[in-house]
């Protein structure tokens, strides 16, 4: 059969790191999918830029719509992230008949149900893999490995920036603003953190697990979404003495009322795998009604980890090109008429444990009267730790882990304790997770 020709959209590192597989791997490929496949063509910015792949024997430009247009190309490549003009190529891309594999989790998370609502109109495929978890073939896993289950729920570690911050914090008793201006000195975060400190780049990650764990289209906007800005040395090492660790999560769980959707700070027990892993690495933990709890564990980046996910992407596309549409794995795991309308749950109606600690006068009844505000709203204590004030000091920093408990009755509660005159600033709240 004839070669197949790809395009690539993007050159920077997942981009370059595509390149050197397909290249590199070439012969392996080929007998994997049938075919050779080859990059012929390639779009840059800045085609002087120096590069961390070959670019020999492929044609660079640096109008992307050149390749999207050009009839010689069965599949398309993008890496470049974003979303706006990004969104017009892949559509664009589909109208021509493209197929289209991407590592873009923004736009599958904010424009996919449109996306691939066009992609079915013309019988194409959008492949995303490496838009979660870069190496980590987590999609596959849930859309393909787990087909046969009920998924219950999906907790992950899927920003491997984050979890570089907090490792950093709880094994070198660091600052959360000392260490992030080392990972941006690294390159393991941009310029501008936001996305990955404040939640975002998790958040649209979650988004696509969930949707292809519950099959519901995919929902943004709906991920209640807190970062680690606010988390403090202090409370590292609570959760330390607790016999926790904090990690950043993305939760989406299914309950009787709707689906959590969420991604925020998270104590979990030290003894799960899940806790234990550091540095920018990747983990998912998804529990099916028949398996169980199954954990997968990775790079979540860089350029050949991604780029793995995205060449296995395109080695699927391949497979699939001489099968009648209605017959390919769907897009989002469900038949794209049998995806459910199940609720997403408000913020408010969530229920979990807490971690709490706040600072408290040092006389007798200000204990009870916290404990006592927290026991109107149905709030039980789990454990507690309470410190010796120190030298010159009247406060005194009171840490509780509670019991499942429904968060409006929590903010209720917090909001009630913070007005106390025996109680100074903010009470600093975490959610718990065991996991299990």
């Excluded at 996910?309 to 395109?314: F, G, K, Y």
């Excluded at 026991?375 to 789990?382: P, Q, V």
């Excluded at 840490?399 to 903010?426: C, R, W």
């Amino acid at each position: 059969m004839k070669p197949i020709k790809v395009g690539v959209l993007g050159l920077g590192t997942v981009g370059g790191g595509t390149v050197n597989i397909l290249k590199r791997n070439a012969a392996e490929i080929a007998r994997r999918a049938g075919r050779e496949i080859v990059i012929t063509r390639a779009s840059a910015r800045d085609l002087h830029k120096p590069r961390i792949c070959d670019t020999q024997d492929i044609q660079v430009t640096n109008d992307p719509f050149e390749i999207i247009n050009d009839p010689d190309i069965d599949i398309i490549v993008e890496t470049i992230g974003g979303a706006g003009i990004v969104k017009d190529m892949i559509l664009t891309a589909i109208a021509n008949g493209k197929h289209i594999v991407t590592a873009n989790k923004s736009l599958i998370a904010t424009h996919g149900n449109e996306i691939f609502a066009k992609a079915s109109e013309k019988g194409v495929i959008v492949a995303f893999e490496a838009a979660v978890a870069g190496g980590i073939p987590i999609i596959k896993a849930i859309r393909e490995g787990l087909s046969g289950n009920q998924i219950q729920w999906v907790a992950g570690i899927i920003n491997g920036t984050g979890n570089f911050i907090l490792t950093e914090m709880r094994d070198k008793g660091r600052d959360f603003g000392d260490v992030l201006a080392e990972a941006q000195f690294l390159g393991y975060a941009e310029a501008d953190p936001t996305f990955d400190v404040e939640g975002i780049d998790a958040a649209h990650k979650l988004t696509i697990l969930a949707s292809i764990a519950f099959g519901i289209p995919l929902q943004f906007e709906k991920v209640f979404t807190e970062g680690i800005t606010q988390i403090t040395r202090t409370d590292v090492e609570y959760a330390e003495q607790l016999g926790y660790r904090i990690k950043h999560l993305g939760i989406a769980r299914k309950t009787p009322e709707g689906i959590e959707l969420r991604v925020h700070p998270t104590l979990i027990p030290e003894r799960r795998l899940i806790a234990n892993v550091n540095g920018v690495m990747n983990a998912v933990l998804v529990k099916g009604d028949a398996v169980g709890a199954t954990l997968y564990y990775g790079a979540g980046a860089g350029a050949e980890p991604t780029g793995s996910s995205i060449v296995a992407d395109v080695i699927d596309v391949v497979r699939a090109l001489t099968s009648d549409p209605e017959n390919r794995v769907p897009h989002l795991a469900f038949q794209a008429d049998a995806l459910a309308d199940i609720p997403v749950l408000p913020s408010d109606r969530i229920k979990t444990s807490y971690y709490l600690r706040l600072n408290a006068e040092d006389k007798p009844g200000v204990l009870a009267d916290v404990t006592k505000i927290l026991a109107d709203h149905n709030i039980s204590i789990e454990a507690m730790i309470q410190k010796e004030p120190s030298k010159g000091e009247t406060a005194v920093p009171i840490i509780m882990l509670t019991q499942i408990t429904l968060e409006q009755e929590m903010n209720a509660a917090i909001s009630t304790i913070e007005a106390l005159p025996t109680v100074s600033g903010k009470v600093s709240r975490i959610r718990v997770e065991t996991l299990g």
